[in-house]
Nanobody, 121 residues
Framework: QVRLVESGGGSVEAGGSLRLSCEAFGYPYTSYCIGWFRHAPDEPERVASIDTDDEIIYADDVKGRFTISRDKAKNTLYLQMDKLKPEDSGMFYC????????????????WGKGILVTISS
């Protein structure tokens, strides 16, 4: 059974940094889309994702501040978040999909439970 488990959330002041981690358990696929999203699973919005060809896509409002990366050997996805703003606050969800990232993000195959990030001004 596939599980995505997020960690690393918390509270920081504006301008600070956090690093989120998402560990995938029981994940049998070698070619897949994986990323970080908000408002999942009903109305997911991409924060950053890595597609099957290693193409990385960032939401416009996080470009230059957030960096997505993964360690395939550890089955772990990361999101380094720098220069955080109060409007970045909210739940962040790790999501994954067999094959290419779907156009309709709500059809992603797997979601983590989410992790809370709170940025104070």
């Amino acid at each position: 059974q596939v599980r995505l488990v997020e960690s690393g959330g918390g509270s920081v002041e504006a301008g600070g940094s956090l690093r989120l981690s998402c560990e995938a358990f029981g994940y049998p696929y070698t070619s897949y889309c994986i990323g970080w999203f908000r408002h999942a699973p009903d109305e997911p919005e991409r924060v950053a994702s890595i597609d099957t060809d290693d193409e990385i896509i960032y939401a416009d409002d996080v470009k230059g501040r957030f960096t997505i990366s993964r360690d395939k050997a550890k089955n772990t996805l990361y999101l380094q978040m720098d220069k955080l703003k109060p409007e970045d606050s909210g739940m962040f969800y790790c999501g994954s999909h067999r094959g290419n990232c779907p156009l309709r993000l709500r059809t992603m195959d797997y979601w983590g439970k989410g992790i809370l990030v709170t940025i104070s001004s």
